[in-house]
């Protein structure tokens, strides 16, 4: 089963689109919503993916939960070629719904320690 969506992908994808266009028009770009959380079910992993890069689809951004929460990069053939104990995979959060901005999640994670959502 694929990590994300089509319907996803293309949020994902209509995010990148709006933070290239917003860095190249005001320097900065927007503060997204998370559209996807993906998890570990085995152990320690956490990811709430708010963009697709459109000039490299597969590169996803968001924030990242391996032990220190922190916001970057992380391609999505990396994260579905991942296998636990059993052959158990990264799975999509399919209960999540986003509450707040990616940078409050990043604060709110920063002060927990973990991505709390």
Not at 51 to 79: H, K, N, R
Not at 103 to 113: I, K, L, N, Q, V
Request: charged residues 20%; contains cysteine; negative net charge.
């Amino acid at each position: 089963m694929d990590l994300i969506t089509e319907d996803q992908k293309q949020k994902l994808l209509a995010n990148g689109w709006a933070s290239m266009k917003a860095m190249q028009e005001q320097g900065s770009p927007p503060d997204h919503m998370p559209v996807v959380k993906l998890f570990c079910p085995w152990g320690v992993g956490t990811w709430l993916i708010t963009e697709m890069l459109p000039d490299q689809p597969g590169l996803l951004f968001g924030l990242a939960d391996l032990g220190t929460p922190e916001l970057g990069y992380i391609s999505l053939d990396e994260l579905s070629s991942i296998e636990g104990p059993g052959g158990l995979k990264i799975e999509q959060d399919q209960s999540f719904t986003p509450t707040m901005t990616l940078s409050a999640y990043a604060d709110a994670a920063r002060a927990a320690g973990r991505i709390i959502a």
